[in-house]
């Protein structure tokens, strides 16, 4: 069922569910289908795994940078490895990006020092926050995968559909 053909055409099914997995890793928690769910667990653990295997890779390059006073600074810089990169990359072709919004009552200055050196809020969250969390509970549990919860919620009023919400535990 993870394949379902949820009565789309193939290129709509592909975006409703790359919709929904970008969704579910902004938000945490969405609700659908069952049908739907069990497509978006399949992807979402996917692209978890792939972040989680390739999060440590990181390689450090020295720059030289003029200051103010035209004086050439060396600067350690991090980028990312080639295992991550290509991680990143695989995973930007696949989800949405998602913006970074306001917070309630949040200054306009506030936001944007917050957000000056974010250009992709989703890969950040997904890289420095899921991919470590996953990563210690692998080696506490020695499991890999089950990132992913689905609790069906019963069936929908209009159309008797089974619904359930699919969160990341």
Known sequence: MANAKLNRPSK???????????DLLWFGKIETTLAKAKSV????????????????????????????KGVKVVKTVSNDGPKKLHARRQIMAYLFDRQEQRKDKESI??????????????????????APKYAARIKEVGQGGGY???????????DNAEVAIVKLI
């Open 148 to 158: 992913t919860q689905i609790i069906k919620m019963g069936n929908r009023r209009g």
């Open 41 to 68: 667990r399949s992807k979402a653990e996917k692209i978890l795994t792939l972040a989680i295997n390739s999060y440590e890779d990181i390689a450090k390059v020295e720059k030289e940078i003029k200051d103010e």
């Open 109 to 130: 200055e506030a936001f944007t020092a917050r957000t000056k050196d974010i250009n992709h809020p989703l890969l950040e969250k997904i890289f420095n926050v899921y």
């Open 12 to 22: 709509e099914k592909n975006s409703l569910i790359r919709g929904q997995v970008s």
